[in-house]
């Protein structure tokens, strides 16, 4: 927890251009005392932004980071709701993004090496990265819920399969802001069928997240982990996911890991079929209770490094905690950030 004393934290937006041109941007921290550990850098998931590791609890991960000496950098991929709304793969955001995101972290700082904290899509897109060489200035890998093999619920894996085709054929785009405006015929039929089935709380985006994203009365996290002050501002914290997305993740469900879909030579068509092209500890993370990712997800990754280079990388079960709680969650920095901490501190 920060001392009682900590310099309130201020913010850079640092803009940088993405390998194909797209406009990306981090977020810088500062405030307080130098830095003493370097950088690292945190990475959202789909239809989020940057702004999802700082929710209104008393110690979010920034905090935790900046007042364990870390220069905190967040990273608006080409995924972020503050970024134009764009029919982006994970193919993109692991040529594009991620690689020029840690150059401009790197050219920045000086630093010779980046540390980073991925999380849902930020991770498996980070992840595609990783394996493909593309960010080979980063050594430590903090990688929350899902990353190589995905594993979703049964459920999920119908919706996927038989709903967003369906979709598809009326939109480009689902949005969970469609429980506080529905501007489209199909954003009033969605939100009429959640409203039917999600029973779970008052608040209408909340509701959206879960249909939207995976299997569950919440899906992404448990409510009993959430603040009250939390469970109302992510209702501002979610909009636009393209079907592109969902049409890739539905490919890697069914293949049981990350395939890449746009063809690009620089990426690996499966990318568990081939050896990593990093040097990067990992350390995987999952909520025992995710009902988004199944924690089977992380546990399989785990086994496929640990095969490949046993004992140096690590695997952390988190009990209690679903998808997204794991940063948001209240009791979060009691529970998860000393452990995430631990990670990133850990020598080779």
Not at 69 to 97: C, F, H, K, M
Not at 103 to 130: L, N, P, W, Y
Not at 287 to 311: M, Y
């Amino acid at each position: 927890m920060p001392p009682a004393d900590a310099v309130a934290p201020s913010t850079q937006t640092v803009e940088f251009a993405s390998r194909d041109g797209f406009t990306c941007n981090l977020i810088h921290v500062t405030g307080g005392a130098p830095a003493t550990r370097g950088p690292v850098l945190l990475v959202h998931g789909a239809g989020v932004r940057a702004n999802i590791f700082r929710a209104p609890v008393q110690t979010t991960i920034v905090d935790a980071l900046r007042a364990h000496g870390y220069d905190v950098w967040l990273e608006n991929w080409r995924a972020s709701i503050d970024l134009p709304a764009n029919r982006w793969t994970l193919d993109q955001a692991a040529l594009y993004d991620h690689p020029a995101a840690v150059d401009t972290v790197v050219r920045e700082t000086g630093a010779d090496s980046v540390k980073a904290i991925i999380h849902c899509q930020g991770s498996t897109s980070f992840m595609m990265s990783a394996i493909a060489g593309l960010v080979p200035r980063v050594d430590v890998v903090v990688a929350n819920a899902v990353s190589l093999h995905p594993v979703i619920p049964g459920v999920s894996r119908t919706k996927l399969k038989y709903a967003v085709p369906l979709v598809r054929r009326f939109t480009d785009y689902l949005d969970p802001r469609w429980g506080l405006e529905q501007p489209t015929a199909v954003a009033k039929m969605v939100n009429m069928f959640v409203q039917a089935t999600h029973h779970e709380c008052d608040n209408p985006v909340c509701k959206q997240v879960s249909f939207t994203y995976g299997t569950g009365f919440p899906a992404l996290w448990r409510h009993e982990n959430l603040n009250d002050a939390t469970h109302q501002w992510l209702s501002n914290e979610f909009a636009r996911v393209p079907l592109t997305f969902f049409d890739q993740i539905s490919r890697c469900v069914e293949r049981g890991n990350l395939l890449a879909v746009e063809g690009h030579p620089e990426l690996p068509a499966d990318f568990a079929a081939v050896t990593p092209e990093t040097d990067a500890r990992f350390a995987f993370f999952a909520g025992e209770k995710n009902l988004c990712f199944l924690p089977e997800s992380q546990v399989r990754t785990f086994n496929h490094f640990n095969r490949l280079r046993p004992g140096f990388h690590s695997l952390r079960l988190i009990p209690e905690y679903g998808h997204l709680d794991v940063f948001m969650g209240q009791h979060a920095a009691r529970d998860v950030f000393p452990l995430m901490l631990q990670e990133l501190d850990r020598s080779h």
